[in-house]
């Protein structure tokens, strides 16, 4: 975990009326709550923010699953987003690049700015955006083709690469470009050493663990500023679990992770920040992962993370 300092942005006024005004209405009820989420999720850190999200609301039909989340996701460090199932964790996560297009039902009002740009603007190229922020899902899953294949499959499409016949005809054939992205992506997802004499097998032939590390590789070999992952390690032993955990921090020292988890340990250990989401897709409180664990604002949080509820 990074020693990252927190500061509210409201600085001395808010927090001066805010320590007495807490300790006397944490016997809280959901209206309380939600006033006081604003100062609670009102933070800047230190680092510059990857992410902004502002006033993110989501419906499914009638369905409101997101209600109005505002926040900021520094960049290079672990954001995890927890919170008990259906509070809209990966619904969240899917609003940040876009997945939620997908979804016929789903519609997204408000702000989500990737590097200052808001990405729900009418202009925005989805297969850049999603280039700039890639997703891993719960379970692996490789399409059913060679390790190699795997890998090279995101610049052959976004024509990083140009190999085969393409390149012939382009009259630049990639070969040599293509093997260092995959080399550089398979040792980036720390696969390298176990696959390396064996690109051309069939990815489908790999573990469990395994082929989620190689979905991670393929996600980087595109290159991305920011990696989203949905329970990434849910489907995964406790052995491949850790390698993915220890993945996910090395990652952070050059990607920006936002990862959802069930695992509230897991949160513990790999991430810098933490949102608590609860039911109704209210981010209740967002802090220092440390703060949320150790001596969270909000009762219901601590409810949360000890385990009274989930
Ligand atoms: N494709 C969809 N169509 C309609 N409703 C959906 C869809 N996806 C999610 N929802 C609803 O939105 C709400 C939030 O769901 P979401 O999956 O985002 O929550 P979550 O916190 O990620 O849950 P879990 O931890 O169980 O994965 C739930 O009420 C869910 O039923």
Sequence with gaps: ??????????????????????????????????????????????????????????????????????????????????????????????????????????????????????IYEGDTDLVQLRKRVGMVFQSPNPFPKSIRENVSYGPRKHGDVNVGLLGRLLGNDDREV?????????????????VSGRLDDNALGLSGGQQQRLCIARCLAVDPDVILMDEPASALDPVATAKIEDLIEQLAEEYTVVVVTHNMQQAARISDQTAVFLTGGQLVEYDDTDKIFENPESDRVEDYVTGKFG
């Design 1 to 118: 975990m990074s020693d990252q300092t927190v500061t509210q942005t409201n600085e001395e006024q808010q927090s001066n009326d805010s320590t007495e005004q807490r300790s006397n209405s944490l016997t809280v009820d959901v209206e309380t709550d939600e006033r006081l989420v604003d100062s609670w999720t009102d933070y800047e850190f230190e680092d510059e923010a990857a992410i902004t999200v502002e006033d993110l609301d989501v419906y499914y039909g009638d369905d409101h699953a997101i209600d109005s989340i505002s926040m900021e996701i520094p960049e290079r460090s672990v954001t995890a987003l927890i919170g008990p199932s259906g509070c809209g964790k990966s619904t969240f996560l899917r609003c940040l690049n876009r997945m939620n297009d997908r979804i016929d039902s789903a519609r997204v009002e408000g702000t989500v700015e990737v590097d200052g740009e808001n």
């Design 178 to 194: 293509e093997r260092e992205i995959v080399e550089r992506s398979l040792e980036q997802a720390a696969l390298w050493d176990e």
